[in-house]
Each structure stands twice: as structure tokens, then as C-alpha cells.
């Protein structure tokens, strides 16, 4: 029996099994030549954590990420193995964060308000302007000078190149002012997005939470000195806008 089994190619073992197919091959090669062509379907997740992106470790800048735990609440922790800072609750740290949204709301409100004092710029850029002008006269009476034969060729380019460098120093300096002086910052965009943001919290989802924050805050800080249970200690947050 041994060498009869030994005898057989594995297609032949195939053929002589007792066992008849439950369907044809025909059908079997079609199922999975159309098995093949159907795209895989990604799993779609909830976002959970509404400052996914914008909050960050103070002191290594990973991302704080969000501890989820059905027996004890959830954490917000820094995923850095290496990194001191401390993990804090996230109901805690949801909680400064919300006031420091707030307290950047109000100092948005109050400098858009506040109209921009440019005296000074202004000023300096008419300076600039009346300096450019005595430039230009220069130049003019330099091609002068050259013609009465006042200047050699060489002290004429010297000084046309002098006047150049000078000339192209006050433009920047002119081109840098003018910039600041017309720069306004648009605050009403973020100022809507965070009151929006604030008003209806507690009634919008993580994704929506999250959504708002992307578009108003360019990243929020954290720190938490490296505690245990037994030494509480403060957090930190601090808010940087994106405007």
C-alpha cells in the first residue's frame, strides 16, 4: 500500500480521490476570476479624537493622542516612549484647552477692534521716498558731470554704482514698509469658526469638533510636568491661532 501511495504524482493522487466536487471547475475559475477584479472596500473609522493634528507635545512635538479605555476614563497621552510629559485625563485637558479657545476668542475680538497705529511707518516711508528722489537727481547730474569731462569714466562708474547699491537698499526698505502698512490680517474667518466652535460643542461629533479646529488653530501645546499618582501636577496648553 505504501508503494502504491509513493507511486502516485500528486495530480494523479487528486484524481483518484473518493470525494466529487460540490461545484464545477467552470464555475469555481469564473468565482474567482471575479473575486479578483472586486477593489477591497476600506473600514471606515469615527474619529474619537477631536484635537487629532493640532495638539502636540511641548517638548518632543509628537501628536497627543487619545488613550481610549471602557473600564477607568480615557487619557491623553504623548506616544513618545522617551518623552518625561505626563498623561492627564482627557476630560481635564478638554477642559484647558476649551477655556484657552476662549480666552484666544476674546483677544481676537479686541484686535480687530483695535485700529493699527501706522504713523511711524508712514513717516519712515516718506523719508525713504524723499531720499530716492535725491537719488534719482544724482544720477541725472552724474551723466552731466561725465560730459564736462568733471568726472573720468572711472569715477563715474564708481559713483553710478554707489548711487545703484543705495538706490536699491531704500526700494526694499520702501517695498518692506508698504507691505506692513497695507497687511491686514483677516480675523473674521476664525473669530466665526471658533465662536461657532464654542457655542455648540457639546451638540457636535469629534469630526465636527476637529473639523473647526483644523481650520482656525495652527497647533495647541501641551505639557504636563512627569508626575504619578501621588505628585498631581498642572497642565499646560497654549493655542496658536492660524491666521
Known amino acids: 500500500l505504501d508503494s502504491l501511495f509513493n507511486s502516485l504524482t500528486p495530480n494523479k493522487f487528486l484524481e483518484s480521490a473518493i470525494f466529487e466536487a460540490i461545484i464545477s471547475e467552470e464555475i469555481f475559475n469564473a468565482a474567482q476570476e471575479r473575486t479578483g477584479k472586486n477593489p477591497k472596500k476600506p473600514i471606515k473609522y469615527e474619529l474619537a479624537n477631536p484635537f487629532a493634528h493640532v495638539l502636540k507635545c511641548r ?3 509628537r501628536a497627543i493622542i487619545l488613550r481610549k479605555n471602557r473600564k477607568k476614563e480615557d487619557y491623553m497621552i504623548c506616544p513618545n516612549t522617551l518623552c518625561e510629559v505626563s498623561s492627564a485625563p482627557y476630560t481635564v485637558v478638554e477642559g484647558y484647552i476649551l477655556d484657552e479657545l476662549r480666552r484666544s476668542l476674546d483677544g481676537l475680538i479686541l484686535a480687530k477692534d483695535a485700529k493699527p497705529d501706522n504713523s511711524i511707518e508712514i513717516k519712515e516711508l516718506k ?3 524723499a531720499e530716492l528722489e535725491k537719488i534719482k537727481a544724482q544720477q541725472n547730474k552724474l551723466y552731466d558731470l561725465l560730459e564736462q569731462e568733471v568726472y573720468t569714466q572711472e569715477i563715474f562708474i564708481d559713483r553710478q554704482i554707489a548711487l545703484k547699491n543705495k538706490r536699491e537698499a531704500l526700494e526694499e526698505q520702501a517695498h518692506s ?3 506692513k502698512v497695507n497687511k491686514t490680517v483677516n480675523y473674521d474667518k476664525t473669530i466665526e469658526n471658533l465662536t461657532e466652535l464654542l457655542e455648540n460643542y457639546a451638540d457636535f461629533t469629534a469630526a465636527q469638533r476637529n473639523k473647526l479646529l483644523c481650520e482656525s488653530v495652527k497647533r495647541i501645546d ?5 508626575s504619578n499618582r501621588y505628585n498631581s501636577k ?3 496648553v497654549s493655542v496658536t491661532l492660524n491666521l
Open 177 to 179: 514698509i508698504t507691505d
Open 127 to 129: 523719508r525713504i521716498n
Open 59 to 61: 517638548e518632543c512635538g
Open 234 to 236: 498642572p497642565i499646560t
Open 222 to 226: 501641551y505639557f504636563r510636568e512627569h
